[in-house]
């Protein structure tokens, strides 16, 4: 098990280091690294995988006040910070859900770091059928409320076992700290930012995702400035990871290869240092 | 009592008893907390459903489950077809995308929230097998 103490907190990361490009592999909300388990191993035929628990998640500690995150740009520092002490000033930033909108804040804020984004059901629009108090309302019991969330938010054909284990991801999750996400993730809305922004950005969807639809994310890869391309995974839910792996990596191998040679900066992506 | 209700209407009394006989089954249903929930179709009367201490029952009277926690969720005849015929993610999709309105103690509400999750589905179940 690795750590690092990043700006006063103890964060977990795995890595898997290969000297191919790296990769910033960060869960979605209430989740940790374990969410990757089904795909981190393919995923190094394209990356030096770097996954980590953002502060609060999984094996990583809280940030030093204590306090769960409910902002994406307090949650940059650490990423930023974890990539730089392994010696990578510039990755490739892959996000699930609100980490998505994580991955093209970071993107935003520090583009020098950030060569690419790969968004796995994210978004960097709101929908308008979000809204009202209903997400400050689920501070009240938030740990019940994510764990019929993510049942939920399956794909209503993937298998009952696969559910459960997503279910049961976020009862590793501390409650405030899974509110701080849901927070953050709700008051995602870059459209303002996105036209001027050039980072490229590969965006896969789960086609039965309900939670964050295809639709936001395809609109996201419209919206923004640089080159994108969107894909879709029929008969998944918001989980591709770990709902229909071996599809989700079909599709990154088929896709990535092409999208890098066109649009990664190699140069400015250094290669891992072991 | 589902007699009361029109035949337009998608939650009817004879629905929600199929239902019940659904959630008396869910082994989790000691570890729901107590709540008077109603169910409107509107127009029309509420259809209401008391859950107490491990038990799941019509309301027998105004008086019954009274004293508990009060919750209603409502929606037009329109607003309910769909998640009684069953879309996915039932009445906690309901909730995030303000399909139905979800009314009265929202503490209660969300302490309820895998009851309410078990609820949507019962309805949706007996629904289907009508």
């Known amino acids: 098990m690795s750590y690092l103490d990043i700006d006063g907190a103890r964060l977990y990361y795995e890595q898997f280091d290969n000297g191919r490009p790296p990769l910033a592999l960060v869960h979605g909300a209430g989740q940790d690294t374990l969410s990757w ?43 930023d910070g974890l990539m730089a002490a392994l010696g990578h000033r510039r990755y490739v930033f892959m996000g699930h859900s609100f980490a998505g909108g994580l991955g093209l804040s970071l993107a935003r804020a520090r583009p020098d770091s950030v060569a690419a984004v790969i968004m796995l059901d994210g978004t960097g629009c709101p929908s308008a059928a979000w809204g009202g ?8 019991n938030p740990t019940d409320w994510m764990e019929v969330n993510f049942r939920l938010i399956c794909g209503p054909t993937t298998s009952p076992e696969r559910v459960d284990e997503i279910s049961r991801d976020v009862l590793r999750c501390p409650p405030d700290v899974v509110q701080g996400d849901i927070k953050a993730f709700a ?9 001027t922004m050039t980072t490229p950005l590969m965006a896969v969807h789960g086609l039965d995702d309900w939670s964050i639809p295809p639709e936001l994310g395809r609109r996201t890869c419209e919206q923004i400035g640089g080159p ?17 792996p071996a599809r989700l990596m079909d599709a990154i191998d088929e896709l990535w290869p092409g999208f890098a040679k066109n649009h990664l900066e190699l140069n400015a992506t250094e290669e891992s240092t072991r | 009592m589902s007699a009361a209700v029109s035949d337009a209407h998608h939650l009817t009394g004879d629905l929600l008893d199929r239902a019940i006989v659904l959630l008396e089954a869910d082994p989790q249903r000691d570890r729901w907390r107590s709540a008077r929930i109603g169910l409107s179709e509107t127009p029309g009367p509420d259809l209401l459903l008391v859950v107490d201490r491990g038990t799941v029952r019509r309301a027998g009277d105004g008086q019954d489950g009274a004293d508990l926690k009060q919750i209603r969720i409502v929606g037009t005849a329109d607003e309910w077809k769909p998640i009684l015929a069953g879309l996915h993610g039932g009445l906690h999709r309901a909730w995030r995308y303000h399909l139905l309105r979800f009314e009265g103690d929202s503490v209660a509400l969300l302490d309820l929230w895998k009851t309410i999750w078990r609820l949507g589905d019962a309805l949706a179940d007996a629904y289907r097998r009508n």
């Open chain 1, 37 to 79: 388990r089904y795909v981190s191993d393919r995923l190094t035929d394209h990356f030096s995988v770097i996954a980590l628990d953002l502060p609060g998640h999984g094996k990583s500690a809280r940030r030093p006040d204590g306090a769960a995150i409910a902002d994406y740009a307090d949650h940059i520092p650490y990423v």
């Open chain 1, 228 to 244: 994108a391309v969107f894909h879709g995974l029929s008969d998944v839910g918001h989980f591709p990871h770990v709902e229909a």
């Open chain 1, 133 to 140: 108090n209903a997400f400050d309302l689920v501070a009240i």
């Open chain 1, 187 to 195: 008051r995602t809305d870059l459209q303002s930012d996105l036209p």
